[in-house]
């Protein structure tokens, strides 16, 4: 079965960055190891252009994952995703890992010319005589370090004037500690908790938007 160009993944993600073996993460191996998956039909879609096999589970199309040589990202709600990537983790403890990522995008109407924690407002007249045309996209984002070793990074996207605005959060996990069974774990238990972070990037979110 063929893919079509551009699949809607569900915006919720999580990333696991290390040396990984794609060849493992297919969904027989996959049906085995992860509870979540386990009773589901599990189906293959073949990108095009031709890329890394996208994997599904459930007739709705809720959980998709992928791996390439370098990352496994699986997406889906945060209760399920928390949970594959960790399983995965648990599995595969001996595996290269460089770091983990959660990943929350909303779209929201944040309007671009009202003065958010950054200041946002462009003046439209001047940027189109210093440009040569008028202002179009705008993104602006902010890291910041917080507790437990992360760190988040929260990007604001506005494709037009008039258009609303896409609120970008990533908590971006390093793998710390020596390779192995404790790296892993140390990572798996980040990961699992994406349902809380869920509440947390949608407190941001109302906050940018309503604040």
Do not use: C
């Not at 990522?101 to 003046?123: M, S």
């Amino acid at each position: 079965m063929s893919a079509p160009n551009l699949i809607r993944l569900p915006p919720h993600s999580i990333t696991l960055v290390g040396a990984i073996n794609p060849a493992i993460l297919v969904p027989a191996w996959m049906q085995r190891f992860v509870e979540v998956l386990q009773g589901q039909v599990l189906q293959t879609m073949l990108p095009d252009p031709p890329g890394s096999p996208i994997f599904y589970a459930s007739a709705d199309g809720t959980i998709w994952w992928w791996a390439s040589s370098d990352r496994f990202v699986v997406h889906g709600p945060p209760e399920a995703t928390g949970e594959i990537a960790a399983k995965v983790l648990e599995q595969l403890p001996h595996t290269p890992l460089r770091a983990a990522g959660v990943n929350f995008l909303f779209e929201a109407p944040v309007r671009r010319d009202r003065t958010l924690p950054w200041r946002t407002e462009t003046a439209a007249e001047r940027l189109t005589k210093i440009a040569g045309g008028p202002p179009g996209e705008l993104s602006v984002s902010q890291s910041v370090f917080r507790s437990a070793g992360a760190r988040l990074t929260i990007r604001v996207m506005w494709a037009g004037i008039d258009t609303e605005a896409f609120v970008d959060l990533n908590y971006h996990y390093e793998a710390r500690g020596p390779e192995g069974p404790e790296r892993a774990a140390e990572l798996a238990d980040r990961v699992r908790a994406a349902r809380d972070l869920a509440r947390d990037a949608a407190r941001i979110k109302e906050e940018l938007t309503n604040g």
